[in-house]
């Protein structure tokens, strides 16, 4: 199923965003590290809030992101906790599963309807998306980014797509 193989990148990616910004915080302005732990921090809260409805259970947040900023630790743990856990869900949602419509209130009061497919696809761009404007804060500061292609993901993942010989 090709939503596994796109949440197992999700996950390896938010891994090397996040070594990178490890290994460097400490040559970040204070303001800009704090923008880079906030903004992984909002897509990890927001992942937590869709695990929640598609599960149908309580939200665990009432915001789309916490009023205090946590330590990096914390947010790798969080965020790990919950791409493990899409990653488990996208191995193993049937085709049915992924058609089941999903109603819910947005934290902003409005209601919503998607389909579970439909919020797998939302994690995916909205993770990559902000995981882009986070890489974007280490390098204007001239700071390491990651090279968390896809096809550089697909390729460690899976060596032997290194030495095709259909090209």
């Given at each position: 199923?090709?939503f596994?193989?796109a949440?197992?990148y999700?996950?390896?990616?938010?891994?090397?965003?996040?070594?990178?910004?490890?290994q460097q915080?400490?040559?970040?302005?204070?303001?800009?590290?704090?923008?880079?732990i906030?903004i992984?921090?909002?897509?990890t809260v927001?992942d937590?809030l869709?695990?929640?409805?598609?599960?149908?259970?309580?939200?665990?947040?009432?915001g789309?992101?916490?009023?205090?900023?946590?330590?990096?630790?914390e947010?790798?743990?969080?965020?790990?906790?919950?791409?493990?856990?899409l990653?488990?869900?996208?191995?193993?949602?049937?085709?049915?599963e992924?058609?089941?419509?999903?109603?819910?209130?947005?934290?902003?009061?409005?209601t919503?309807?998607l389909?579970?497919?439909?919020?797998?696809?939302?994690?995916?761009?909205?993770?990559?998306?902000?995981?882009?404007?986070?890489s974007?804060?280490?390098?204007?500061?001239?700071?390491?980014?990651?090279?968390?292609?896809?096809?550089?993901y697909?390729?460690?993942?899976?060596p032997?797509?290194?030495?095709?010989?259909?090209?």
């Open positions: 199923m090709q596994a193989k949440f197992q999700k996950k390896w990616a938010n891994n090397e965003l996040l070594d990178l910004g490890e915080f400490s040559k970040l302005p204070e303001s800009d590290g704090t923008f880079f906030r992984l921090n909002h897509t927001v937590s869709f695990i929640s409805r598609i599960l149908g259970e309580p939200e665990n947040y009432s789309d992101n916490t009023m205090e900023t946590p330590a990096l630790l947010l790798r743990e969080t965020m790990n906790q919950n791409d493990s856990w990653v488990h869900y996208a191995e193993s949602a049937s085709e049915q992924l058609k089941r419509i999903v109603s819910f209130k947005f934290v902003d009061g409005d919503g309807q389909s579970v497919e439909e919020i797998l696809i939302h994690l995916l761009t909205h993770g990559s998306n902000h995981r882009g404007m986070a974007r804060t280490l390098a204007v500061n001239s700071l390491e980014r990651p090279k968390d292609t896809f096809t550089r697909l390729h460690q993942a899976e032997s797509r290194r030495s095709g010989t259909n090209i």
